[in-house]
């Protein structure tokens, strides 16, 4: 079976993604079994995507029942979900309005295109991103990510963004030119590393996003819905900080959890710029139909009936806890734990300052996160060092317990 699944994607399926070799079966909460019958505690969560587990059974009615009731219709009409799911986000964000699309790389496309808009008649279109950052794959999201890996081989390279490194308002500040419109940020770098924006950075940006007339815009694709213990990351960080409750992007962008696994994406901007985009400015086929938004209302109603973001805030701080001490334990193997929540990573030692990764080329976060699967528990790296977690946001406390239990477990064998 295993082959079978594997020989199929190597004869039919363009092999733009490195996986592991890996075929899953089915899943059940946050379980995943593979063809083979092995189980696995999931806590790479489809990459910060299925934040109620596998098989919600609640998630699998919506389904079922707005499937049979109406699928798609298209954006030409109206319907109630598009609507209500628009103002339950802006209710948790601000005032302004939603538009839907189907990922976090569209989401971040409206996202450029309404700073476009907004700069057009003063000839400013150039937006800065941070290093380290990632934006999506498209053409647009590559020209956006700070990462030279994305974009080698798919020069030229879009003009419009320049990056800076992150957490640096002072190389914001000098890379603004007259073209400038925008600045977009992760609140947590994810693809990056794990790496928050720090509190004073956030509100200098607002400043200076203020006083040079520039669109603040965040990427809360991974780190958003609730991940971090609230709705977005950054209100997270800014948390009972002073002029923290004031902070407002000017826009957002968001997929991932969205829809617990459904393709969603979408982006929120404030009132003043909420008309920029009119009719015939942007479009998508797929965005927001009557399917997607009734399995995002659902989610969202599940999540905050049962107190899932306290949870990712409760479960999370355990993790890191619990990896913070075992840091201490193995300084030579684990050298940082960062993260909020249920958006978790741990830094590891370079691979040939590890014995036990010492014979093989493969980066420490590669070697780690294989043989965490092969105790059985799924997880992703984060670049050449970092491993993290993204857990189902329903995680119950004894499968965080358990998580930890097979990290300590792993890092005593390389350990020793
Ligand atoms: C912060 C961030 N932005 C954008 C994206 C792109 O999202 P998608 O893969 O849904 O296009 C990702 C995906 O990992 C992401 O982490």
């Not at 640096?168 to 400038?180: E, G, Y």
Request: net charge neutral; charged share 25%.
């Amino acid at each position: 079976m295993t082959m079978n699944a594997k020989s199929l994607y190597e004869k039919y399926v363009v092999p733009s993604y490195k996986r592991f070799d890996l075929t899953f079966s089915h899943g059940s909460g946050s379980r995943l079994t593979d063809v083979d019958g092995k189980e696995y505690l999931d806590m790479g969560g489809g990459i910060a995507v299925s934040c109620l587990g596998h098989g919600h059974p609640e998630l699998v009615d919506t389904l079922r029942e707005q499937a049979g009731k109406m699928l798609h219709i298209s954006n030409l009409y109206y319907h109630e979900g598009q609507g209500s799911l628009a103002e339950a986000i802006v209710n948790l964000i601000a005032p302004g309005k939603c538009f839907f699309c189907n990922s976090g790389a569209e989401a971040n496309e409206g996202l450029f295109k309404l700073a476009r808009k907004f700069g057009h008649d003063e000839g400013r279109y150039e937006i800065i991103t941070a290093r380290n950052s990632f934006h999506g794959r498209t053409l647009a999201g590559i020209a956006a990510t700070g990462q030279d890996k994305v974009k080698t081989g798919f020069e030229p390279i879009m003009p419009g963004f320049r990056h800076v490194p992150f957490n640096d308002i002072d190389a914001v500040k000098s890379a603004i030119s007259p073209s400038t419109v925008a600045v977009m940020i992760e609140g947590i770098q994810g693809e990056g590393g794990i790496t928050p924006a720090k509190i004073d950075y956030m509100l200098a940006l607002r400043r200076l996003c203020d006083e040079r007339k520039l669109l603040l815009l965040m990427d809360e694709v991974q780190c958003g819905f609730f991940r971090t213990g609230k709705f977005l990351g950054y209100q997270r960080l800014l948390e009972g900080v002073e002029g923290g409750e004031s902070f407002l992007p000017d826009g957002v962008s968001m997929a991932k959890s969205l829809a617990a696994g459904f393709p969603m994406g979408m982006f929120w901007t404030r009132e003043r710029y909420a008309d920029l985009l009119g009719p015939g400015a942007h479009a998508s086929t797929f965005g927001g139909t009557p399917l997607a938004c009734a399995v995002a209302l659902k989610v969202m109603e599940i999540v905050r009936r049962d107190g899932l973001d306290a949870n990712a805030r409760d479960s999370g701080e355990l993790i890191m806890n619990r990896l913070r001490e075992l840091a201490q334990r193995f300084p030579g193997i684990i050298t940082d734990v960062r993260g909020l929540g249920f958006i978790i990573g741990f830094e590891l030692a370079e691979a040939k300052s590890v014995k036990a990764f010492g014979s093989s080329d493969a980066p420490s976060s590669l070697q780690f996160v294989e043989r965490l699967h092969e105790a059985g528990l799924l997880t992703v790296p984060a670049g050449a060092r970092v491993v993290r977690l993204l857990p189902p946001l329903n995680l119950s406390k004894d499968d965080a317990e358990h998580a930890v239990s097979i990290i300590r477990k792993v890092v005593e064998d390389v350990a020793s």
